[in-house]
């Protein structure tokens, strides 16, 4: 009868600990820059979606406003209580809200209103394509409106950029973690699978939030699993390539 193949044989490259000095450089500055960019996204989220309900640090809340939308009051206000609080003064933010509440009256628009826009949101909202253009009435009247959060359209856009963008990553980041050595057998199975699982939980959840505020739990979970499985491969990979351990068939006999 045939033996089965090592683990070691079925890989598609030598152990990290023993690649080319090209490879582990190009590997490592791969490493490094993906997981530097990976915080620069947790701080962006932080920075944004923490700030949803006008408070610093990522919450349920925030989760639920950003997709749900907080219904109390319109998307405008609640940006400009939120992630928009530090673009404008509090007397403009005051003047803006204030005219949402009245039922932003078109007069009052090209009379008032438009200068304090224009001082302090056109640099973004009129330039940037996929955001609302505040240069026209009727782009600034659309977010006036009660917060139902993410558009059916955004949450479209949103969704294939980050499932085709972020799968091709993990792609990368798996490939290279396969060449670790001395991991279970299942502990490498789950570690691979693990990132795309969690993203396609975390995708899944922004659609589901849109119509059931309770399912942002799952956002939190598919953040944080994709955070911690690639986390662990990269650091795995990363230590394997520098500070290799050494077994009994690479360390050196007595001379």
């Not at 023993?18 to 590997?27: G, H, N, T, V």
């Amino acid at each position: 009868m045939d033996e089965m193949p090592s683990a070691t044989a079925r890989r598609w490259g030598p152990p990290l600990s023993q690649i080319d000095p090209a490879l582990r450089a190009l590997f490592t500055g791969y490493l490094i820059v993906i997981g530097i960019g990976l915080l620069m996204s947790f701080v962006q989220i932080l920075l944004t979606h923490g700030m949803a309900d006008g408070r610093f640090g990522l919450s349920v809340t925030d989760i639920v406003y950003s997709y749900y939308g907080n219904r109390e009051g319109s998307r405008l206000e609640a940006k400009l209580q939120g992630s928009m609080k530090l673009m404008a003064s509090t007397h403009d933010r005051a003047e803006i809200i204030k005219w949402v509440r009245a039922g932003s009256p078109r007069d009052e628009w090209d009379s008032h209103i438009r200068t304090v826009i224009t001082a302090n949101c056109t640099r973004c909202h009129g330039v940037i394509p996929g955001i609302p253009d505040y240069t026209r009435y009727d782009g600034i009247k659309s977010v006036a409106q009660i917060d139902e959060g993410a558009t059916v359209p955004t949450l479209a856009r949103v969704s294939h950029i980050h499932l085709f963008g972020i799968a091709f990553i993990f792609f990368f980041v798996c490939l290279i973690f396969t060449l670790a050595t001395g991991i279970p057998s299942q502990l490498r199975v789950a570690a691979v699978a693990a990132p795309y699982v969690f993203l396609t939980i975390d995708v899944f959840s922004w659609w589901a939030t849109k119509w059931v505020p309770t399912a942002a739990y799952l956002t939190i979970l598919g953040g944080f699993g994709y955070a911690v499985s690639s986390g662990f491969m990269i650091f795995t990979s990363l230590y394997q390539m520098w500070w290799p351990m050494r077994s009994p068939s690479t360390t050196p006999g007595p001379g």
